[in-house]
């Protein structure tokens, strides 16, 4: 089964500083039937103005994942941790047994466009820890490049779950991109940007597909299209 979930379907919050999108439950959006899919539990599409951000708050058992579109968020936690991400990087931030952070854009004049992915660990009171690592397009265009895996595996970052993230770019008519699922695992697709075709459906921007009981995703008629796929058990 495919269920597709349209861009237009998710919570939608404006707070001047910061406009957000999210695709399961979060803050004063709550939905029952969009709460997780499998133990990916928040994806937030977030646009944080100049100089505005999130004030030191805390976290505690998630796996974040930090994934920036465009321009530049900087990062301060408990753990010493002070760096700038940008376009092509993504951070991964245990919260495990505790860690405060905040984030905001040190930018004057320039928006910043990211995803927050939040998933579900497989164990709790972990030791927080902080990665961070360019995946260049290069990488990504016309295949799937491994961003996180419970195994490192191909230079991934090392999550504490059964999950394994991807991303892709796909431009152009006759460029296509399959990824075949393995018996009992089920597929989160996410359209970051642009707009392509996806076992049939086409997509856009903030549109998702969630596959069960499926073989294979699809992919093809790419329109500057970013996406990321989630292999989850």
Known sequence: ????????ARGHAHHGWLESWHSFSFADYQDP?????STLRVINEDIVQPGGGFDTHGHRDMEIV????SGRLRHRDS????EDIQSSEIQLMRAGSGVQQSEFNPSACEAVHLLQIWIMPDEQGL???????????????GYWCLLVSP?????????????????????????????LIAAGRRIYLHVAR???????????AGDALMYVGEARVSLAAGSNAEVLLFDLA
Do not use: C
């Open 1 to 8: 089964m495919i269920t597709l979930r349209k861009a237009e």
């Open 33 to 37: 039937a969009h709460v997780r899919f």
């Open 66 to 69: 930090t994934y920036i579109l």
């Open 79 to 82: 753990m010493g941790n002070g």
């Open 127 to 141: 030791a927080p820890g902080y990665w961070q690592k360019v995946f260049p397009d290069e990488a990504k265009r």
């Open 151 to 179: 195994d490192a595996a191909d230079g991934s970052l090392r999550i504490h779950q059964d999950v394994r993230l991807s991303a892709a770019l796909l431009d152009g008519g006759v460029e296509t991109l399959a990824y």
């Open 194 to 204: 642009g707009s392509l075709h996806a076992n049939g459906h086409e997509l856009s």
